[in-house]
C-alpha cells in the first residue's frame, strides 16, 4: 500500500474507532441520565421542601424581631422614665407626690376619727341618760312595791 492509502486507511480507521467511543460515551450518558431521574426528582423535592422551609422561618423570625423590637422600645420608654425620675428634681416631684397624698389621707382620716369620737361621746351620753332613767324607774317601783294597794273589790278569804 502506498503511503495515502496507508494514511486514508489509518484515517478511516480513525474516524471509526472516534465514532465507537463518541457513541459509546453518549450511551453511557443517556444511561447515567435514566438512572439520575428518580434522584433528580427526589433532590428537586428536597430543594422545594427546603425553600419552603426556609421562607417559613424568615417569616417566623421577621414576627420575633418585630416583636423584640416592640420590646426594646418598651425598654427605652421605661428606662427613659426611670432616668427621669432619678434625676433630683424627678425624686423631688415623687415625694412631694407622695408626701401629699400622705397627708390628704392623713386629713381625711383625723376628721373621721373626730366626727367618730363625737358620735361616741353623744352614745355616751345617751346611754348615762338610759341608764339613769332605768335606776330611776326602779326606784319607782320599789316605792310602788312598798305602797299597798286598794282592791277594787274585796278579797275573799
Known amino acids: 500500500m502506498t503511503k495515502p492509502a496507508k494514511k486514508m486507511l489509518l484515517l478511516a480507521v480513525a474516524a ?84 401629699n397624698q400622705a397627708a390628704e389621707e392623713y386629713t381625711k382620716l383625723y376628721e373621721e376619727n373626730k366626727s367618730l369620737k363625737s358620735q361616741v361621746q353623744e352614745l355616751q351620753e345617751e346611754n348615762d341618760n338610759l341608764k339613769r332613767e332605768i335606776s330611776q324607774l326602779k326606784k319607782e317601783l320599789e316605792e310602788l312595791r312598798k305602797t299597798p294597794t286598794i282592791p277594787d273589790k274585796p278579797q275573799p278569804l
Open 16 to 99: 471509526v474507532v472516534a465514532t465507537t467511543l463518541i457513541i459509546g460515551c453518549e450511551a453511557e450518558n443517556l444511561s447515567d441520565t435514566k438512572s439520575n431521574v428518580p434522584k433528580s426528582k427526589i433532590i428537586a423535592a428536597e430543594n422545594r421542601r427546603l425553600k419552603k422551609e426556609i421562607q417559613r422561618l424568615n417569616t417566623v423570625h421577621k414576627k420575633e424581631i418585630k416583636r423584640h423590637e416592640k420590646l426594646l422600645k418598651k425598654c427605652e420608654q421605661e428606662k427613659q422614665m426611670l432616668v427621669e425620675l432619678s434625676s433630683d428634681s424627678g425624686i423631688k416631684d415623687l415625694m412631694d407626690t407622695t408626701l
